[in-house]
C-alpha cells in the first residue's frame, strides 16, 4: 500500500534542513536568553493542558518564544496526540481543511497522522483537502519542537489548516475538536499556531506618528492576549476586527479556545511575549507569544 508523505517545505529557510544543525537550533532556542533558559523534560505536572498558542515565524526570530509553550507541555505530561490548528497563508486549498492519512516527514523523522481522530473530524466546515498544506509553513515548524521533545517517545498528529477564520468557522471548528476528543483515548493537546501583529511598510501596517514598531505591535497584541486571557473566542475575533489587529492565526486561536472552554479548561497563563524587533530591530516588527491554556 502506498503511503502518503507530505514533505516539508520549509526546511532549510524556517529552520535548518540537516538533522544535527536542527537539534542544535532546538536547544538553543531554550536555551538562549528570550527562552526558558533550561532543557524541556517530560514530567507529569499538574496541570492539565488542553490547548496551546506557539508562533511560527523562522525559529531565529520567534523559536525562543515558541520554546516556552513546549516547555510548559513537557513539564506537565507532553500527549499521545496534538492537533495542530493553523492558518492558510498560501491560499490553496479549501477553507478549512484536514489531512486524513500519511506521515509527515521533518529532517528529524517521519510523524504519522492519527487516522482515526482526523476522520472524526471530517465533518461539517472541515474538509479533507491535503492541498491546502501541501506548502502551508505554520503546522510544519511546530514538528520538530515536539519531536525534539518526545526524543524516542512515540505519538502522532492531525493537521488542520484554516484559511477561514470568522468566529462561526472558529466555534465549529472548535466544537467539532471538542466532541472528538472526548471520544479519544490518550492525551490529546491542541496547538494553535498563530503569529501575533506584523506591524510596518512590509505588511501594510503603520504604526501611529512618533511609535516604533515594536511597542505598536506590543499595544496591539495586548489587547488580543486579554481576550485569550479570558478564554473568550468570539471576544479575541471582535478584538482583531474591530482594532485592526494583523494576527494571522486568530481563527485557529479562537478554534483551541472553543475546544479547550468544552473539554474544562479555565485558566490560561502568558508563558512568554515577544518580538522580531528584539533579534532584528528595523522598519518592520512581528509580535509573538506563547501561552497555555488548562
Known sequence: MYEKIRKPAVAGQFYDGNKTSLKQTI????????????LPEITKGGKNIRGIVVPHAGYIYSGAI??????????????????????????????????TEGTWLTPLGEIPINESLSKQLWKGIIDNDENAHLYEHSIEVQLPFLQYIADDRTFDFVPICMAMQDYDTSKEVGNIIADAVKNTNGKVVIIASSDFSHVGFNYMSTPPENMRVDEYAKKQDQLAIERILEIDAEGLI?????????????GPVAAMLTAAKKLGA??????KYGTSYEVHPGTSCVGYGALSVY
Open 27 to 38: 536547544k538553543g532556542c531554550f536555551l538562549e536568553e528570550r527562552g526558558p533558559g533550561s
Open 66 to 99: 515558541a520554546a516556552h509553550s513546549y516547555y510548559h507541555l513537557a513539564k506537565n505530561g507532553f500527549a499521545d496526540t496534538f492537533i495542530i490548528l493553523g492558518p492558510n497563508h498560501t491560499g490553496m486549498g479549501s477553507g478549512v481543511a484536514v489531512m
Open 238 to 250: 471582535n478584538t482583531v476586527h474591530t482594532h485592526s489587529i494583523t494576527m494571522c492565526g486568530y
Open 266 to 271: 479555565h485558566k490560561v497563563e502568558l508563558l
